[in-house]
Each structure stands twice: as C-alpha cells, then as structure tokens.
C-alpha cells in the first residue's frame, strides 16, 4: 500500500499555519488550533491524496482454439492441457471460452462459453469482459495461431488499459487445406502490364497437382503452375497481366486440383494515374515523341525554350531536359527548379554534345546537381605522391623540438591519401627506416610508429638524406617528396651538391625547423632552396604550418564521340540489341552510379544520384535523334525510358492512398505533401455506374481520413481527386474476414507481438510451465480527498459554534450580565 498525491504543490499552502498562530488573539488556543487544522484539511484536499494497493486476486481465463484449422487429436490434446492448467486454479477464479463446437462437459465444472465464430481477437476480447475490475486477470490461450481477421490493434490496447496478460500455449494445426491467401501487385498505369504475385498455402505434397487459373471479364485466361516454395507450404506463381486502358479491371483466380477447383478468390486491380512529366525543348514536336515513347503512364506536358515566364514546377513528378543551355533556362527558373528537386521532382538531363559543354549549363546553379561533370574546358586530378619523412631523433631533439617534429610529421600523414606512399627515416648518429616506404592505408599504425620515436644519439643528417634519396628513386607515383625535420644542430657536410642531384631526380626537399633556434633558419632554408621544395618554421605548438605536397593536374573532362557503340545495362550486364552513334563522355561525380556504360570502356551513358530528396539522372545522349536512331524501332527503348522517369517520378511522392476494411465499413487515409489541399473522396461497387461523394476530413497538417460504410461482401472501387491528379485503391470482397488459411501466417506474429505488449509469454503445449499461472498485479486506487473536505467542513462548523457559544461570548463582554 502507497500514498501519493496528484497535485502535491499545494503543499505550500501550509506556510500560512505560522501567520495564523501568530496574530490569534489574546490567550485562547483553541480557535488558531481549529483554523490551523481547518487550512490542514483544505490544503490535503487541494493536493488530492491517493491510497494505492496492489490485489493478489487473479482471474484466468482459458481460450481453447477447436476451429477448423486444429485437428480434432490436437483439439483433444489442447482440451487435456487446459484441463491440466486448470487443475492449479480454484473453479471460481477461471472461465473458459472455446471457439468452435465443444461439450461444456470436457471441461472440470468450471464454467464455459462456446464462441461458435473462429475470430480470435473476439474471443480475447470476450475474455477480457470476463475479467472482474477488482481483480488481476490471466489469459491463457491454447490455438495454433491461425486468426480469421487482423483486428489485434484494438486487443492490444484493451490489454494495456485493463494490464491484464495474455499468454500463447501453441498448439499444431491440421494440414494446411489448399488455399489462396494474398494478391500483392505493385503501383501501375493505364497501359502498363501489371504484374500480379499469388500467394497459396499448401502442403507440399499437394502442390504438384495444383495450378492456378486467372481469368478475366472479358473471358481472357492465364494458367500456371505454383513452382517452387518461396517458403514452408507457401508457394508464389508471378503473372503477367495484359495492358489495360482501364482504371479499374477485376479478375477471378481458381486454385485447381486435378481439374476440380478447391478456392475462388475475386481479385481487383486499380491503376493509377498518369505520372505528370514536363518536358524542355527547342523542338516542339520532341514533347509527341516523348508521349508515344512512354504511353499512357504519362501525361507529359511539353514547354519549348525559352522559358520566361515563372513555372510552377510542384505540379509534376519529372522534368526532362533535352540540349538545356544557359539562355534557355533563366537562374531564377533553374533555382526554381533546383527547390523541387530538392523537395522530391525527379529530373532527367538529355542532350549531345551542346548539353554537355560550355555552351550547355556547364556554370549554371543547375550543373551542381548533375551526377556528371559537364564543363569540358579542365577538371583537377590530383595524382599520387610518394612521400620520405627525415625525423632527427638525435640528443639536441629532446623535449619539446622532438614533440614539435612528431606533430609535424603527423600533420604530414594526415595530408595524404590512401593511393599515396610514405616512410620515414630516423637518424640519431646512424640512420634507419622506423616505417618502409608503403602504401599510406593504416594512418593509426603509422602514428604510433611517429609517437614510438625518442631523442637521442648523435646528428649525422647525411646518411639519412641519401636513405630517403634510395627509398623514393624506385617509386612510379608522379610527385616525390623529402620532408625533413630537424632542430638544425646537425653536422656540417657539403648539402648543395646533395640535394641539387636528388632535385634534378624529380625529387623535392623541404625543410621544418622545429624550436626556438633562429640561427638554423638560414642553412635549413638553403636547404630547401637546393632542394626545389620549401621552407617552414615551427617555434611552437600555436605556429604549425599547413603542408601540402600536391598540385592538381588539368585534363579534358568531356569529349564527343561519334561511330556506333555497344550500350550494356550496368544492372544485368546484358547488352542493348542496337548501338548508340553518339555520345559525349563526361566525368562521372563521386557517389553517382552508371545505369547504362558503352561497352569496353570507362565512359557512363547513363548516370543518376540523389539530390536532397529528389534524383537527378543524365543521359549523355539526345532521346530521339542520331544517337538513338537505332532504338527508335526497339520496343524496348520505350519500356526502358519509362523505367526511368517513372523511378524519378517515385521520389516525388507528392500523396498516397491507403484504404483498409475494419469489419462493416472502409477506413480511407490520404497524406499529400502539398499545403491548403482540398481533396475530395469518392467510390462506388463495381456493378454501379455512378460515384458516390463521402466526407474526408483534415486530421493532420497534410493528413486526411475517411470512412465508407458498406458491406464486406462488396467489391468497391475508391478515389481521391485533387486539382492536380487522382489517386485509385481497390478493395476485394471480404478482405478483413476470411477463413483461418486465407490469412497469411505473418498474422501468427501479429499475435506474438500481442502477447508481448502485454507482457505474457508464448511457449509450446508439451513446454508449458506453470509460471504462465502469475499475471500483473491488479492496482486498487481509493481517494481521501471527499474525506479531507468533509473533515475542513466539520472544522469549519465547529470554528463558528466556538466562536458563538454563549459562555464565551459572556466572557467576552462582562458589562451586559444583569
């Protein structure tokens, strides 16, 4: 048992017990004392106070799942398991419900409810309304997890609030009966050839007699067979469906056995509507071919250049521009564009070799976000060095000149790349290698090695220069460098004749001076001089200086390219079966990825990356014109142009339809991105003629809802139309409520996620325990708040009859006793 209180900052109230007991008035104690205890009770009061105690009383409830999907043995077993568990419980504490047909008698006196629905999330909750409020409750079910509907959000939740937990004894299920369970088919347009997945359960051993049979309305029919399992007893035939200009199409699958069909399932597809696409050219007709190529996927909307006036590009999901250039594309347009990019419009860049140079958007806003490089003038590349780091460790180094040059020399392997190389040299009276010359690629190891190094020795510089002179002579990589870092107190040899020979080896020398010596700035920067390289001075560790080995090479970036050439999906490394005769090679940037590249060689003709949300995607050749003038008759080319615009078009994700059946009516959820959106909602059974309007209303910034009341056994079709496009979902009969294996085993998990949330456990009918017996403590709440004002009420009253009684008013006031 526990107190607490809900609004305990009253408590402050009570600082006005000592106002009151320190203006009472004369000797009498009594009256403050009332007044004190009458703020006591209204403060206590105020602060609400709660008694809380925990009740040991536990209810169970026990579900023994008899329906068809356990056989009749294991309903018999599941009967002998409940038995035994109750055999632990007191008959007056325990109820059980049965779903399916039962004999109240099979089970110890103790009373039974026969459910004859199969619905297992009706029958928890019909357990839990036989739980007292008052008490703990416990249920314990005994199923194989098969459920007829998916309704287990609203059980969940009826757990939590009551915290009573439901633990799953699994029991095994009869044979699975041959059936079709789901039909998930992806997004597809008027045109397109949808591709449908069937999902049947059956044994293994059945499946070899059984095929599958689509037809259509119009009487067209597909037969296959179910293949291989994708998982146990489920199998997963694929169909290739006709095009079809219609939205709405319906088909009816038979699931054969030995020419006797054993399921009927009535499947309904909705396409969607035509993905809208904004095409810039300079040739008006390029917007007609582009339409023909694509289909009816597509609504594309063609703009000639140049545009100049302000477009409102939220409006499509792509944008294809062919031959772009700066004066046809304005910078507030392309910033303009860029936002939507970024928001989520795909764009697919196009050209020859105008759209890839100078001439092109090479030094517009718009080039950041191409994946290539369109400025065909230079780029930098930075080649490989080879790096020898010359480290005195002699005597002179001590303290902090050794700490400064191993700061230096770390400051150096950080510089470099992973295709760099580097070693370094340490000479303290003699010289040696303390890191080989080796490709830079574990820096962590190289600077443990700098840390390891300590002062002492002698300062013979010679021999160490000529090391380093050997070390970096065999090496290929274009830039070869001598770092050398010192204090200068080094011995005096004739350096100039050195270092002017290593120089003229394409080798530099540069030089750091590392501590407070001022007169070894003059020989370390002869030093350099010799040696082509440079000179640094490091006094402290606040003086460090930026080195850099480097300098970045000037190449073409871009070239045009003419003569018929080999294109090769990146993907399936299968070739087009005609050639490109153009192209123009561009630099591809980091993180893009090549789609399509021209056989044996390097150069990509299609590219793509992400830019913020959308994705951006070039195509370094013109869509129709010389360069594909052989694709022109490939009925692939057309297939392989919508696939990408539609995958760009897939980012925008400007709304999305979701419908759902909840028993006797069709929940309708609409998220669309765009602000002050005003959608309207619609449906109709597919044997009406005419929409019917239905409320939808704003929940969220963006988010809508909508409820249908119709009936299960209705095929309806749904539509959600905003002033830029209309969005379909279609709805087979019965979709929330279907016998045990028309359900996907996914829903056995749902109900394990059930029994987790509420804190029971899942375990097999031969491993039960009886810990499953223990529940969560149910929490009684008793509040003394009607008490404390009931006892400030008394106070209250006894302050005034004090304060009145005759006696003391006497005494009060002597001069009016006769």
């Known amino acids: 048992m526990s107190i607490s209180f809900l609004h305990p900052a009253y408590l402050a109230l009570l600082t006005l017990l000592p106002v009151i007991w320190y203006f009472r008035r004369g000797k009498d104690r009594v009256l403050p004392v009332l007044r004190c205890l009458l703020v006591l009770c209204i403060t206590l009061a105020l602060m609400e106070p709660v008694i809380q105690s925990h009740s040991n009383a536990i209810h169970h409830v026990v579900i023994v799942d008899r329906s068809p999907s356990v056989s009749e043995t294991n309903a018999r077993e599941a009967v002998e398991q409940a038995n035994q568990f109750l055999s632990h419980v007191e008959a007056d504490d325990a109820d059980v419900i049965v779903l399916g047909n039962s004999d109240a008698s099979e089970f110890n006196n103790v009373p039974t409810a026969v459910i004859p629905t199969t619905s297992l999330t009706q029958a928890v909750m019909t357990a839990l309304a036989s739980v007292p409020y008052g008490k ?25 609030a009551r915290n009573v937990t439901l633990n799953w ?4 299920s009869a044979p699975a009966q041959p059936t079709i369970q789901t039909t998930p088919y992806p997004a597809f347009y008027p045109g397109q050839s949808p591709t449908l997945t069937i999902n049947v359960l059956a044994e293994s051993r059945d499946a070899s007699t059984l ?31 006709p095009a079809s200009e219609e939205v709405f199409s319906t088909w009816q699958a038979d699931l054969i056995d030995n020419n006797q069909i054993v399921d009927i399932r009535t499947i309904v597809l909705a396409a969607q509507s035509p993905i809208p696409v904004l095409m810039g050219t300079s040739n008006e007709s390029d917007g007609e071919h582009l339409q023909s190529l694509l289909g009816k996927a597509f609504n594309v909307s063609a703009a000639p250049f140049p545009w ?68 065909n003038t230079e780029t930098k590349r930075e080649p490989g060095i080879s790096l020898a780091i010359i480290i005195d460790s002699s005597g002179s180094m001590q303290g902090q000149p050794i700490e400064l040059a191993k700061q230096v020399a770390r400051l150096a392997v950080r510089k470099l790349k992973p295709q760099d190389q580097v070693g370094i040299v340490e000479f303290y009276g003699t010289r040696q290698w303390a890191v080989p010359m080796q490709p830079v690629q574990d820096t962590e190891t190289l600077e443990r090695a700098i840390g390891r190094l300590q002062a002492q020795g002698g300062s013979e510089l010679f021999p160490a220069i000529e090391e380093a002179y050997f070390g970096l002579k065999s090496s290929h990589n274009k830039y070869r460098h001598i770092l050398l870092i010192t204090d200068a107190a080094v011995e005096e040899q004739n350096y100039q004749k050195l270092l002017q020979y290593i120089a003229s080896d394409q080798i530099n020398i540069s030089t750091v001076l590392v501590g407070d010596n001022a007169t070894g700035e003059e020989r370390m920067a002869d030093l350099a001089n010799w040696g082509r390289g440079r000179f640094y001075a490091v006094y402290n560790e606040f003086s460090m200086v930026e080195l850099n080995f480097r300098r970045a090479d000037k190449i073409p970036a871009s070239a045009y390219k003419e003569g018929d050439f080999t294109v090769r999906d990146a993907a399936s490394a299968a070739p087009f079966p005609s050639p ?113 309007d239905a409320p939808i209303r704003l929940r969220a910034p963006g988010l809508f809802t909508g409820k249908i009341n119709v009936a299960r056994d209705a095929t309806v079709e749904v539509k959600v139309s905003t002033t830029l496009r209309t969005y379909y979902s279609a709805l087979s009969p019965l979709s929330d409520l279907r016998p045990e294996f028309q359900f996907e085993t996914q829903y056995a998990q749902r109900l394990q996620q059930v029994v987790t949330g509420s804190g029971g456990t899942r375990s097999l009918a031969e491993t039960r325990q009886d810990a499953s017996i223990t529940g969560n403590a149910f929490i009684k709440t008793f509040a003394l708040m009607p008490f404390a004002l009931a006892m400030a009420l008394v106070l209250y009253l006894s302050e005034i009859i004090y304060r009145r009684w005759p006696s003391r008013r006497n005494s009060r006031f002597p001069g009016n006793v006769v």
Do not use: C
């Not at 153009?582 to 390097?602: F, R």
């Open 308 to 375: 100049t006036e302000p477009m409102d590009f939220s409006q499509y999901e792509a944008v294809v521009l062919n031959d772009a250039s700066e004066s046809a594309l304005p910078v507030q347009l392309q910033n303009a564009l860029i936002d939507a990019i970024n928001s989520g419009t795909g764009l697919l860049y196009t050209g020859s070799e105008q759209a890839f140079s100078t001439n092109g958007l090479a030094r517009s806003p718009l080039a950041d976000l191409l994946p290539v490089n369109i400025d």
């Open 211 to 241: 095929s599958l049979r689509l037809t259509s309305q119009t009487g067209e029919t597909i037969e296959a067979s179910l293949g291989e399992a994708t998982e146990d007893n489920l199998y997963s035939p694929v169909f290739e469906l």
């Open 136 to 160: 703990s409750g416990v249920i314990t079910l005994f199923s194989d997890g098969y459920a007829t509907d998916d309704h287990w959000e609203p059980v969940l939740a009826a757990l939590e």
């Open 169 to 172: 004894i699994e029991t095994d």
């Open 580 to 692: 490109v005769r153009d192209y123009t090679t561009a630099p591809l940037k980091p993180t893009a990825i090549t789609e399509w590249t021209i056989d044996n060689s390097q150069d990509p003709l299609l590219a793509s990356w992400q830019a913020g949300v959308g994705k951006v995607t070039a195509l370094m050749t013109e869509p129709f014109g010389k360069g594909t003038e052989s694709w022109a008759g490939m009925p692939e080319y057309g297939q392989k142009l919508g696939g990408i615009i539609g995958s760009l078009a897939a980012l925008a994700n400007r709304a999305t339809l979701t419908t759902q059946r909840s028993f006797g009516q069709i929940n309708v959820q609409f998220s669309a991105q765009a602000d002050n959106i005003q959608p309207e909602l619609q449906w109709k059974r597919s044997d009406e003629t005419s929409w019917h």
